[in-house]
């Protein structure tokens, strides 16, 4: 289920009512993952982000931009190569979850498997 922004998410939240729970919620408005198990990751934080945008109100940083990804890493002697814990942190994956890794020509592409 993609995840629903702006008018529409705000109209799911709505409709759903202060009973239903932010697990609920959540679901509904499609900020979720499932993992291998099958047990369901809630991303209330992007939830909640997309239901203050959607509501006009910008969400930015703290002002102090940090360092910037550099979508590059090295292969080591081993043969393997370390994708960082800010890259997985954006793709909302957690340790223990699991990826594919698929070749398209000379480019390898990351997917979270999803159970």
């Known amino acids: 289920m993609p995840r629903l ?29 499932v993992r291998a198990d099958g047990s369901k990751r809630y991303n209330y934080t992007a939830m909640y982000q997309a239901i203050a945008e959607a509501a006009g109100v910008s969400v930015g940083g703290n002002g102090k931009p940090g360092r910037t990804l550099k979508w590059a890493t090295t292969v080591l002697t081993t043969g393997a190569c370390l994708v960082g814990q800010r890259y997985m942190e954006e793709l909302g994956m957690e340790p223990g979850d699991e990826l594919t890794i698929k070749r398209q020509g000379r480019k390898l592409i990351l997917e979270p498997i999803a159970g």
């Open 5 to 33: 922004e702006g008018k529409e998410l705000l109209a799911t939240i709505k409709s759903l009512g202060s009973r239903a729970s932010k697990s609920e919620k959540a679901e509904a408005c499609g900020y979720y993952t």
